[in-house]
């Protein structure tokens, strides 16, 4: 029995059938699922990360704004992913897991909780 599923996206495996069947036999087996999007979590796993394509659109922006004003690409040192971290506290209880306070207060989306 895996402690966790790790999942990543790849659209050829994780079909929308399969996600929903892995989250599933997570939920009935007590195995964490990681996910890789934010509506990954909304759907039942415990935590994950993602990016939101419009703020990773307007991170691209900026990036090419700065090298159209004849700036180099790496002026300013490399720009650092925006991404989101989700946790999911209905997928905690029904897993009988105590996500630490710190995870819960970092989240940029909790699901079953607050949404900030």
Known sequence: EPDVVWTSPDQAVYTPSLVRALLLKGLRSGTPVYGFSIP???????????????????????????????????????????????????????????????????ADVVIGGRDR
């Open 40 to 106: 990954f979590v909304r759907a039942g796993a415990l935590v994950g990360a993602g990016i939101d394509p419009q703020t990773n659109g307007a991170q691209a922006g900026e990036l090419t704004a700065r090298m159209l004003d004849g700036a180099p690409h790496n002026s300013g040192g490399p720009a650092a992913p925006r991404y989101q971290v989700a946790a999911n506290l209905a997928a905690a209880r029904s897993l009988e897991i105590a996500l630490p306070d710190a995870v819960v207060r970092e």
